[in-house]
């Protein structure tokens, strides 16, 4: 084959979807976040807060759940206040 006399096939464009003002569509995973760097920190914030506040919660309600039982057990047995 001789080189010189061969054409190269034209590529035709790749089919793309585009918004009524043909305009293309975003099809990033991370793109919608670019823009919301707040929101972001947020959802990863949120709930680490929740779950801190929840655990300190519970810690909180069995150390006076366990101070009112012993203090129950001591009068109950008649033992003085320490």
Same mark, same amino acid.
């Given at each position: 084959?001789?080189?010189?006399?061969?054409?190269?096939?034209? +590529?035709?464009?790749?089919?793309?979807?585009?918004?009524?003002?043909?305009?293309?569509?975003?099809?990033?995973? %991370?793109?919608?976040?670019?823009?919301?760097?707040? &929101? +972001?920190?947020?959802?990863? %914030?949120?709930?680490? +807060?929740?779950?801190?506040?929840?655990?300190?919660?519970?810690?909180?309600?069995?150390?006076?759940?366990?101070?009112?039982?012993?203090?129950?057990?001591?009068?109950?047995?008649?033992?003085?206040? &320490?």
């Amino acid at each position: 084959m001789d080189a010189q006399n061969e054409d190269c096939p034209e +590529v035709e464009d790749a089919v793309r979807t585009l918004t009524m003002d043909g305009g293309p569509v975003e099809s990033g995973v %991370l793109a919608p976040m670019k823009n919301s760097s707040g &929101r +972001v920190a947020r959802a990863i %914030l949120l709930p680490f +807060v929740w779950v801190f506040g929840g655990l300190l919660g519970l810690a909180t309600l069995r150390a006076l759940v366990v101070t009112v039982w012993r203090s129950g057990r001591r009068a109950w047995d008649g033992e003085s206040r &320490r």
